[in-house]
């Protein structure tokens, strides 16, 4: 790759790397959605820089020694259609940075923004005192809400043991040991009589045609963190059938299932699910109360 002159400032540097990664033809979905995004990551990235300095660095020359680790960065994007975040090994959620790589899907549940919130309005935050995250990779769920709400005690829980290696590296981090668990289990086989006043999850969702269709980069995340089945729905189905088992009275159960909410709301015409809406954008997330799991999917 043809880099610019050994003297770039961090701005040349990232509109030269945003048009090499526009003229690749990427796909932008792992936590940025454009080139020049994606591209300042990597660039702030290499340059050992934070994004909120930008104002204060985009003038900056760029040493020489940095330059050539962010042309390796730009170049392996682009040559291995690997997400940027699996690159630099970081991703913010909900404020926070969490460490990632490719055992765990890179974050990017527009959940966030109702944990931000502290599941506002739909719950007194005041009155989660344990929330269960199903499917939880990264942690980032679990751990940003444990953030959130810091009387919660919070069981991370997800079937792959690899995934639960990554969530152990972030739960150290927050220094949230206390406070936040994380356990194998498969949807909720593993979590005996365990009842909470939230249950979340962002499960696998991708059915069997759209896993066919995915650009490159998605195949670089682990195939159960998408796979879901022919309809996206396997895992969905298991949470709604077991969740009021294990909610408390007047919880809620909270579930992204992305582009197959057609396919649920096709599945069970009789259920209102509540789909949420979110500011900074995303959708596929529906809402029940314990009351609704009550009526359409009472505990067995
Ligand atoms: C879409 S990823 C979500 C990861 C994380 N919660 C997030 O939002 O970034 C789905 C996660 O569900 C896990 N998973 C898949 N099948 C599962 C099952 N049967 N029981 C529990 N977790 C499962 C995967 O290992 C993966 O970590």
């Known amino acids: 790759m043809s880099n610019p002159s050994p003297t770039k400032t961090v701005r040349e540097w990232t509109e030269f790397g945003a048009a090499k990664l526009d003229e690749a033809g990427l796909w932008f979905g792992h936590g940025t959605d454009n080139a020049f995004d994606e591209a300042a990551e990597l660039v702030f990235f290499a340059a050992g820089l934070r994004h909120e300095e930008a104002g204060a660095v985009y003038e900056q020359i760029v040493p020489a020694e940095q330059a050539a680790r962010i042309a390796d960065l730009i170049e392996r994007r682009i040559r ?11 991703m913010w959620f909900a404020g926070h940075e969490f460490y990632v790589d490719e055992r765990v899907l890179v974050p990017r549940s527009p959940i966030a923004e109702l944990i931000e919130a502290g599941f506002s309005p739909w719950i007194t935050s005041d009155r989660i005192h344990n929330l269960l995250d199903i499917g ?18 919070v069981d991370a829980s997800d079937v792959s043991l690899e995934a639960l290696e990554v969530t152990k590296i972030n739960i150290a981090r927050f ?126």
Not at 136 to 153: E, F, M, Q, V, Y
Request: net charge negative.
């Open 136 to 153: 939880t990779g990264s942690g980032c769920i679990a751990i940003a809400a444990a953030l959130a709400l810091p009387n919660a005690r």
């Open 175 to 300: 220094q949230l040991d206390q406070r936040v668990r994380a356990v194998q289990s498969d949807v909720f086989a593993g979590l005996g009589a365990g009842r909470y006043d939230v249950i979340v999850s962002n499960p696998p969702y991708v059915g069997d045609d759209e896993m066919t269709q995915l650009p490159q980069e998605y195949s670089r995340e682990p195939r159960m963190a998408l796979h879901s089945g022919v309809d996206g729905l396997d895992i969905t189905r298991r949470i709604l059938q077991g969740a009021r088992t294990h909610l408390n009275d007047r919880g809620i159960l909270v579930v992204e299932v992305g582009n197959s909410e057609i396919a649920l709301e096709e599945a069970y015409p009789r259920v209102p699910f509540i789909w949420l809406e979110f500011e900074r954008g995303g959708g596929g997330v529906f809402l029940l109360t314990a009351e609704q799991l009550d009526e359409y999917f009472p505990r067995k």
């Open 80 to 90: 291995e259609r690997v997400p940027a975040a699996y690159l630099t090994r970081r």
